[in-house]
């Protein structure tokens, strides 16, 4: 597969990710015991801000590859 194909498409899993991440912190963030304190709501907004680069890190790196080189 082409880097371009790569990138369009880890472009659109990116976009996918980004948006069902936010829906599901949204959700949550709705939870009766963690809306009732500020300190567990400071916590969960840091861990849900950060945690979506793990699982898009391997989306980046498979779309930056190069292309094989063909004989």
Same mark, same amino acid.
């Given at each position: #597969?082409?880097?371009?194909?790569?990138?369009? /498409? +880890?472009?659109?899993?990116? /976009? =996918?990710?980004?948006?069902?991440?936010?829906?599901?912190?949204? $959700?949550? $963030?709705? =939870?009766?015991?963690?809306?009732?304190?500020?300190?567990?709501? $400071? =916590?969960?907004?840091?861990? $849900?801000?950060? +945690?979506?680069?793990? *699982?898009?890190?391997?989306? =980046?790196?498979? #779309?930056?590859?190069?292309? *094989?080189?063909?004989?």
């Amino acid at each position: #597969m082409k880097i371009r194909t790569r990138k369009f /498409l +880890g472009t659109i899993l990116l /976009l =996918i990710l980004v948006v069902a991440w936010s829906l599901i912190g949204m $959700a949550m $963030a709705q =939870i009766p015991w963690l809306a009732a304190s500020g300190w567990r709501q $400071a =916590i969960f907004y840091v861990v $849900a801000g950060i +945690g979506w680069v793990l *699982p898009a890190m391997p989306i =980046i790196s498979w #779309m930056q590859r190069p292309d *094989p080189e063909e004989a």
